[in-house]
Nanobody, 124 residues
C-alpha cells in the first residue's frame, strides 16, 4: 500500500508561481511508480494535469497547463513535483497526486494510489 502526501499549496496572486510536492510514506518503491497530478475545482470533475513515467521520460500535460506547468521527479528523494508558473484564477482547485505501476497515463481511474490533496487558490 502506498500513501501519498501533497504539500506546497496555498494562496497566490494571478501570474505567480507555486511548487507542489508529493511524497509517499510507508513501505514503497517510489521509482517503480508513474506519477500523475490531477485537480478538482468546486462543482467540476477531477481533471488530468500532468503525468510522468518512472524514468522521467517524456512527460504529458493537459493543454490548459502546457507551457506553464512542469512535472518532475527525484527518485533519490522519493518526491514528485509540479512547478506551476503564470498561475491563472482558473487554475484554482484542490490538486492531487497519484501513483500507479506501469505507464504514465491521463485516466484517473487507472491510478491506484492517491493523496488527500492540497488547495491552490489564485487571486486576481
Amino acid at each position: 500500500q502506498v500513501h501519498l502526501a501533497e504539500s506546497g499549496g496555498g494562496l497566490v496572486q494571478a501570474g505567480g508561481s507555486l511548487r507542489l510536492s508529493c511524497t509517499p510514506s510507508g513501505r514503497t518503491s517510489f521509482s517503480r511508480h508513474s506519477m500523475g497530478w490531477f485537480r478538482q475545482a468546486p462543482g467540476k470533475e477531477r481533471e488530468f494535469v500532468a503525468a510522468i513515467s518512472r524514468i522521467s521520460d517524456i512527460p504529458s500535460y493537459a493543454d490548459s497547463v502546457k507551457g506553464r506547468f512542469t512535472i518532475s521527479r527525484d527518485n533519490a528523494k522519493d518526491t514528485a513535483y509540479l512547478q506551476m508558473n503564470s498561475l491563472k484564477p482558473e487554475d484554482a482547485a484542490v490538486y492531487y497526486c497519484a501513483a500507479r505501476e506501469g505507464m504514465a497515463v491521463r485516466d484517473s481511474a487507472l491510478y491506484d494510489y492517491w493523496g488527500q490533496g492540497t488547495q491552490v487558490t489564485v487571486s486576481l
